[in-house]
């Protein structure tokens, strides 16, 4: 959850922990338990992702680049997407027909996602802000994913200030029910 470095080398390093996630799932034996665990594990992290960078990088994003507010707007609307599959896979039990068929759409849209981040969003970024600046949001994407929410809420906002507002309150009535139904173990 939390990696180290400034916020691109955070956000990378969840990427690559997200397509981990996305290989094990592919690999393990269809109705098998164990996928539905990891698709729990591979929610709460794309979840607490997406809270971080609608909380600090598209806020930085708008600030710093030109074109900021088209390429926020962009990435916040495939969070959106992400997050209404993820709601929809949350009810849907490993040897259900249906569970491959919204990992196979996750994995697309998250890989699209990914790519547009990392090919452009980061590269612009890294171009026009100050490393000092890109630290500071490194430590605040940290922070926020210790206490984001873990399950999909696709009616919250995503944007500050509501999504600052919001988060925390939603992640710590997530956490509780974690503990209680023994969910992302």
């Known amino acids: ?62 600030r710093h680049l030109a074109d900021g507010d088209a390429l926020a707007d962009k990435e916040i609307a495939d969070h959106l997407r992400v997050e209404e599959l993820l709601k929809a896979l949350e009810g849907v039990d490993a040897g259900n027909p249906d569970f491959n068929h919204l990992i196979v759409k996750l994995r697309t849209e998250v890989y699209a996602h990914v790519k547009d981040e990392e090919g452009c969003v980061f590269t612009e970024l890294r171009a026009a802000c100050p490393q000092a600046d890109l630290e500071d949001l490194g430590e605040k994407v940290r922070t926020a994913k210790k206490i984001a929410p873990t399950r999909p809420h696709p009616g919250a906002p995503l944007t500050p200030p509501g999504n600052k507002l919001l988060a925390p309150g939603a992640g710590l009535v997530d956490r509780a029910r974690d503990f209680v139904t023994g969910r992302g173990k």
């Open 1 to 62: 959850m939390g990696h180290g470095g400034d916020v691109i080398a955070e956000l990378t390093s969840d990427h690559r922990e997200v397509d981990a996630l996305f290989a094990r799932i592919e690999q393990s034996v269809p109705e098998d338990a164990e996928r539905k665990r990891l698709a729990d594990r591979l929610t709460i992290e794309l979840v607490r992702h997406s809270v971080a960078e609608e909380q600090y990088l598209y806020p930085a994003v708008r």
